[in-house]
Structures are given as structure tokens and as C-alpha cells.
């Protein structure tokens, strides 16, 4: 993925019903931001995921305990910024760590 920010990432798509009459309506992200994105997470991607969130709630930096170079640990950050924080939250963090909220 060449964009961190998952705002700009474009189309997404959201469902009002889950059976065969389904259709997929184009949304703005914001509309679901709040949604877990569906990936089977192993245990341990499980516990980096926790830690990586109360590292961010204690306002210390993640990258001070996982190498974000690393792109197991970076996807993992990545969902946590992009699924569990407002708009305007996830761009202060991905300006932090990467300097630009956009790439």
C-alpha cells in the first residue's frame, strides 16, 4: 500500500443488508472508518495490536517498541490508526510518524 492514510484511498463501499439482494453503495470513508476491516489476525498480531493501542493511550511512541519499518508491525498500525481514531486524530498520528498524513 502506497498511502497510509486510508481516507484517501478511494472507492469504498458499504452494505445495508447482508444476503443476496445486497448491493454495494460508494461511501465516503468516514462512514466506515469505525468498521474492523475482515482479517484473520494471528495471537500474536493480536497482542501487537493491543499494545500498539495502549502505547498510543499512554501518549508514549510506538516506535519505540516495534520497528515500523517492519510491515507486519507497520499494516498493524496502520488498521489501528485508520479503524480506532477519528479523521482528525489518524492524520496528527501518521504526520508523527511519517511525516505526512497523505503517503
Known amino acids: 500500500m502506497t498511502n497510509n492514510n486510508w481516507l484517501n484511498l478511494k472507492p469504498w463501499f458499504k452494505q445495508n443488508r447482508f444476503d443476496d439482494k445486497a ?3 460508494e461511501c465516503q470513508y468516514e ?9 484473520l489476525n494471528h495471537l500474536d498480531s ?18 519505540k517498541y516495534y520497528d515500523l519499518n ?3 508491525y507497520k499494516n498493524i498500525f496502520l488498521q489501528i490508526v485508520n479503524t480506532y481514531y477519528p479523521k482528525i486524530r489518524a ?6 510518524y511519517f511525516g505526512s498524513a497523505s503517503n
Open 31 to 39: 462512514e466506515v472508518r469505525h468498521l474492523e476491516i475482515m482479517t
Open 46 to 63: 493480536i497482542k501487537s495490536k493491543i499494545t500498539m493501542m495502549k502505547i498510543i493511550q499512554d501518549k508514549d511512541r510506538v516506535d
Open 91 to 96: 492524520e496528527k498520528l501518521l504526520i508523527q
Open 70 to 72: 517492519n510491515s507486519g
Open 23 to 25: 448491493d454495494d453503495v
